[in-house]
């Protein structure tokens, strides 16, 4: 899977998916979210993305 990169802008904060994953474990979306400067809203989209993308690879084999 290519992930496509943006151009220009602000750098993303968003942690890689194994990273999130095993943040989530011992941490609240509230604890992340003051740990990366972002919403809470931010770090429940990211929580939403990793899982989608999870189970679209898995569906893929």
């Given at each position: 899977m290519t992930i496509a990169r943006k151009?220009?802008?602000?750098?993303?904060?968003?942690p890689?998916?194994?990273e999130?994953?095993?943040?989530?474990?011992?941490?609240?979306?509230?604890e992340i979210a003051e740990r990366f400067g972002v919403s809470v809203y931010t770090?429940?989209?990211?929580i939403?993305?990793?899982?989608?993308?999870e189970s679209e690879e898995v569906a893929n084999g």
């Open positions: 151009t220009g802008g602000r750098p993303s904060k968003r890689t998916n194994a999130l994953a095993m943040l989530y474990s011992v941490m609240t979306a509230k770090v429940r989209n990211w939403n993305k990793a899982r989608k993308e």
